[in-house]
């Protein structure tokens, strides 16, 4: 039988962002003109900081928040990723053990609080954002990535989460690759992220924030944010930038940003539908070092992304870099491997964009200006879920006084940052080529992978 080529799949994908390609996105707030005051300045209008503003104004109602967004919310990284809500902070079981040790309990049980929180407010405050409490399912597509999956599973010791062999993993989705899966049925959820976002919006609309969007800020002189038509003199200042620049010099090297790309396909018909199984609807990631993860949207599309992580060099932040169509190739030939039974399935969408990494993988904070600044930065990938606690650690360091959250080691420390250019790039781009040749070699780390775990430095895609 003739094979079709998988790139045809790509003929007529618009380069667009699936959960943003929508008339009934809010219209834009009107940019900040003039000068103003107000209690606490929100930088950046993606979940961190729409989490951040609302959080602010139900901890104290009274309190004059505004929240500056330099295009429009959920542009960004807030509404171009896959919707995963993980209950984990610190990007996963073996790296929070690794990072953060005899902390790690701790950093799971709050991790745990803050995704069945955030299902709460989804609830509370009516938004309708295609919320599915369905788990995450991580497959073995290799055999030293199914021997890791049976050593999670004994070290997690989880009645919620259930190690697959082939033949019962292939029962959930059906993929000829999968050799082992680990489902963890209560530790993550799926999300529309931009109406998820939009919802926020709204709350805090309605809770009084005053909200400008299309106002970056250029400038940030102690407590005085300048934007392009006028200045905001606040007593307090969160920071929520995340992939972009930080205002604060000083946090700048802790951050790099890569792009992710990810394509979505034409809603499936019900006998490819039927083909896949996958009635849990679980989110899906495979174990390898180099990973896809992919899911079902509410209208029956399947969202595919991942593999890739592109670190342009200087860390610029652009649009030219929203397009990758060497990218775009591979994740569609390896959509094609993974499910052959979806041979005729078109792509509608594909897009890509920057998320923030640190060495860590999880997120970091930190004040300036005597307390009076505060930020966090680092989610990799996390942030759908994380930010939300990242913001109440934000109020917590910015209101001074010691919580559960601030005396976290993981709050009180930061990452090791990355050294500057060119070094950057060339350590940046020796660790992906190790990574991925760690792949090949059934996920034997080399000298240079080891020497960055040693070092606590490293990369993951």
């Not at 992580?309 to 929203?322: I, K, L, M, Q």
């Not at 300036?368 to 680092?378: D, L």
Request: net charge neutral; proline share 6%.
């Amino acid at each position: 039988m003739r094979r079709v080529d998988p790139l045809r799949a790509l003929a007529d994908a618009e380069p667009a962002v699936l959960w943003l390609d929508r008339p009934d996105r809010p219209d834009p707030a009107p940019a900040l003109v003039g000068d103003a005051r107000c209690d606490l300045a929100v930088v950046g209008g993606g979940f961190s900081g729409l989490w951040t503003a609302l959080l602010a104004k139900e901890r104290d109602p009274a309190r004059d928040v505004v929240l500056l967004e330099g295009h429009e919310v959920a542009w960004a990284a807030s509404g171009r990723n896959g919707g995963f809500v993980a209950d984990s902070l610190t990007h996963g079981y073996r790296n929070g053990v690794e990072r953060f040790g005899e902390e790690y309990p701790l950093l799971a049980r709050l991790g745990r609080e803050n995704l069945d929180g955030l299902e709460a407010d989804v609830r509370r405050l009516g938004i309708d954002c295609g919320w599915e409490r369905t788990g995450q399912l991580d497959v073995a597509v290799a055999p030293w990535q199914e021997q890791g999956l049976r050593e999670d599973a004994a070290a997690l010791d989880d009645p919620d989460v259930v190690l697959l062999d082939r033949d019962a993993v292939r029962a959930e989705v059906d993929s000829p690759t999968y050799l082992a899966g680990l489902w963890d049925r209560r530790g993550a959820a799926l999300v529309d992220p931009a109406r998820l976002a939009w919802g926020l919006r709204r709350a805090c609309l309605e809770r009084g924030v005053r909200l400008h969007e299309r106002t970056p800020v250029t400038a940030l002189d102690g407590t005085l944010l300048r934007t392009p038509y006028g200045t905001l003199r606040a007593e307090r200042v969160a920071l929520g930038t995340n992939a972009f620049p930080s205002l604060l010099r000083r946090a700048r090297p802790f951050t790099v940003p890569v792009y992710d790309y990810v394509l979505a396909t034409e809603p499936l018909a019900p006998q490819q539908r039927a083909a896949l199984g996958w009635h849990h609807r679980q989110g899906l990631a495979d174990a390898g070092n180099q990973f896809h993860y992919y899911r079902l949207t509410p209208d029956d599309r399947v969202l595919w992304g991942g593999w890739d992580a592109v670190y342009r060099f200087g860390g610029r932040v652009s649009a030219d870099h929203d397009h990758d169509h060497r990218t775009y190739a591979t994740l569609a030939r390896h959509f094609r491997e993974t499910f052959p039974q979806l041979e005729d399935v078109r792509f509608t969408h594909r897009w890509g964009g920057a998320i923030d990494t640190c060495s860590r993988f999880s997120a970091f904070f930190g004040t300036a200006a005597g307390g009076r600044v505060a930020y966090s930065a680092g989610y990799t990938g996390l942030g759908v879920g994380a930010t939300r606690f990242g913001a109440q650690v934000v109020l917590d360091l910015l209101a001074g006084e010691p919580t559960e959250r601030t005396r976290l080691g993981m709050v009180r420390r930061k990452p090791v940052p990355f050294p500057p250019e060119p070094l950057a790039w060339a350590g940046i781009q020796l660790t992906r080529r190790a990574l991925a040749r760690a792949d090949r070699r059934g996920g034997r780390r080399g000298p240079w992978l080891r020497t960055m775990d040693a070092l606590g430095l490293g990369f993951d895609s």
